[in-house]
C-alpha cells in the first residue's frame, strides 16, 4: 500500500545498527570492545580516529570484521545500539528510555560521516516500502560565537523570567548575530552540507527534506544560538522545511526551562515568520514527571511556540482544560504525529492508553510516522500494520492518514500538489491491483486456506 510521507523521522536513528556496522566498515572506523576509564573509552562506541590512538586504545579497538567473527559480542553490540531483544529475555538492562536515547551516542560518529550514503540508504528503504516523501530531523543548528556577556546574560534566563526579561537578552542577542559576518558563514556552511550532502537524491520518485532542531538539555544561550542558527538556515533553503526540538522531555533541563524553551521559539518565530516549527510535545506519561509536569506542555508549543505539528502527544489526557486544547487543535488544524513503537518502547503507551483514538474522536488530525525505526527495529510499513491491529481503522480512514502525510508536509503549496498527484496515481495501481488479487481469488475452482 502507499504510505505517502513519513513526517517524524529521525535521522541517525532511522538507520540500522547492521549498515551502521557495515560502514565502519567501509570508513576503517573500530569499536571499543571494553571499558576503560583511565584510556577514556567506553565499550560498544565507535572511534573515527583510529590513526590519532594509543597503542594501548588501539589495542582495545577492534575493526567491523572482528565483531562478526565473535558472535557473543557482535549480538551484545545490537543490543547496545538498538531496542533488539530488550523484552524477550532476563537481563541487566536500563530502564526504557534511557536505552532508547543512550543508544544516539554508540553509533552517532559513523551517522555522521557520511550523509549522501545514509539519504540513499533512506531513499531505497523508502522506495521499498512505497514511501514517497521523508522530512528527516538531521542535524542541530549551529552554535555560533558571541561576547561572552550575551551568553551569561542568557544563561541567567529561567521559565520564570519576566517576559520583558526574556526579550531583552533575546534581542541583544539577536541583534548581535543577525548581520554578523562570522556568523553567517556558519550558517552558511551548516546550509551548504546539507544541500551537497542530498545531491542526486531527490528525483520522480523520491523526495527528501530536512528539519534541524535545537537539544533542549543545553544551557538556554546554546539553545538560542543553536535556535537563531536553525531558523536562520531554514530561510536560506528550500531544502530545509523546519524547525524542531529534541531529546528526553523529562530531563532536568528540559523541563526547567521548557517554557523558557518555548518563548524562545516564539521570539524567532516572530521574525522568522514563514519558518514552520514540528515540535516534540507530550511525550510523558504520569510518574515519568510529577503531576505538574503533564499540564502544560503540548499548550504551550501550541500558543506560545507556534507549532503547527505536534511530536508524540501522548499526555494529552492531562493538560490543563485538555477538552478546549483538543477544540483548539481541530480549529487551527494542528496534526498529531503517532509513532506507535517508540511510544510503546519508551513510555509504556499502547492500546487503549494511546491518545490517538481520542484526537480522532475530535477531529484533530493525525499521520502515523516512524520515529526512529532503525533503534526501534521497525519500518513505516510496520508502523501501519501495528495501528491498524490495534485500533481497526477502516480503508477509507488508514487511506486518509497516508493523504494527510502529505497534506501536513513543510513543502510549499506546488510541491505539496504533486506529490499529492503521485499519491493519487500510487493509490489508482495499488486499488487496482487489490480488485484484480480479489477477481482471481473469486474465480471458480481458486480455493484457499478454510475453503472446501
Not at 517576559?163 to 558563514?185: G, K, P, S
Request: contains cysteine; hydrophobic residues 40%.
Amino acid at each position: 500500500m502507499p504510505k505517502g510521507g513519513d513526517l517524524h523521522h529521525h535521522y541517525s536513528g532511522s538507520i540500522y545498527a547492521e549498515t551502521y556496522l557495515n560502514w565502519v566498515g567501509t570508513h576503517n572506523y573500530c569499536v571499543y570492545r571494553e571499558d576503560n576509564a583511565a584510556l577514556n573509552i567506553q565499550k560498544y562506541r565507535i572511534e573515527s580516529k583510529v590513526s590519532e590512538l594509543s597503542s594501548a586504545a588501539k589495542a582495545l579497538c577492534i575493526t567491523a570484521d572482528a565483531i562478526r567473527s565473535d558472535n557473543g559480542f557482535y549480538h551484545e553490540l545490537l543490543k547496545r545500539w538498538s531496542d533488539i531483544d530488550y523484552f524477550n529475555h532476563y537481563h541487566e538492562q536500563p530502564p526504557p528510555d534511557q536505552q532508547f536515547f543512550d543508544t544516539f551516542g554508540y553509533f552517532d560518529p559513523v551517522a555522521d560521516s557520511n550523509y549522501n550514503e545514509g539519504f540513499l540508504w533512506l531513499k531505497n528503504t523508502a522506495i521499498s516500502e512505497n514511501v514517497q516523501y521523508i522530512e528527516t530531523i538531521l542535524k542541530n543548528g549551529p552554535n555560533l560565537v558571541v561576547a561572552d556577556e550575551l551568553n551569561v546574560m542568557l544563561d541567567a534566563l529561567t521559565s520564570k523570567s519576566a517576559d520583558y526579561e526574556i526579550d531583552r537578552a533575546l534581542t541583544a542577542y539577536f541583534n548581535a548575530v543577525v548581520n554578523d559576518t562570522h556568523a553567517n558563514l556558519t550558517i552558511n556552511n551548516y546550509v551548504k552540507m546539507i544541500e551537497t550532502s542530498a545531491d542526486g537524491i531527490n528525483d520522480a520518485n523520491f523526495t527528501l527534506r530536512f528539519q534541524t532542531y535545537v537539544f533542549r538539555g543545553d544551557s538556554p544561550s546554546r539553545v538560542f544560538s543553536s535556535l537563531f542558527s536553525s531558523f536562520s538556515a531554514t530561510m536560506r533553503s528550500d531544502l530545509i522545511v523546519g524547525v524542531n526540538i529534541v531529546g528526553a522531555e523529562n530531563g532536568i533541563v528540559s523541563m526547567r526551562d521548557y517554557t523558557l524553551h518555548m518563548k524562545m521559539f516564539r521570539f524567532l518565530k516572530q521574525r522568522f515568520p514563514l519558518v514552520k516549527l514540528a515540535m516534540h510535545a507530550g511525550e510523558l506519561v504520569l510518574g515519568l514527571v510529577p503531576p505538574e509536569g503533564l499540564q502544560f506542555h503540548i499548550r504551550e508549543a501550541i500558543e506560545i511556540a507556534g507549532a503547527s505539528r505536534i511530536g508524540h502527544g501522548i499526555d494529552i489526557f492531562y493538560e490543563h482544560n485538555s477538552y478546549e486544547l483538543l477544540q483548539k487543535m481541530k480549529q487551527l488544524n494542528i496534526v498529531v504525529e503517532a509513532v506507535v513503537s517508540s511510544n510503546e518502547f519508551i513510555l509504556g503507551i499502547k492500546n487503549g492508553a494511546h491518545p490517538m483514538l481520542v484526537y480522532k474522536a475530535h477531529g484533530v488530525p493525525l499521520i502515523i510516522a516512524t520515529d526512529d525505526a532503525g533503534v526501534s527495529r521497525s519500518t513505516l510499513s510496520n508502523e501501519y500494520l501495528m495501528f491498524s491491529d490495534r485500533y481497526k481503522p477502516s480503508y477509507a480512514e488508514l487511506k486518509e492518514l497516508v493523504y494527510n502525510s502529505i497534506r501536513f508536509a513543510f513543502l510549499s503549496d506546488s510541491e505539496k500538489q504533486q506529490q499529492l498527484n503521485k499519491l493519487d496515481a500510487r493509490f489508482l495501481d495499488f486499488e487496482e491491483m487489490i480488485a484484480n488479487v480479489v477477481s482471481t481469488l473469486s474465480e471458480p475452482g481458486v480455493t484457499y486456506w478454510g475453503s472446501s
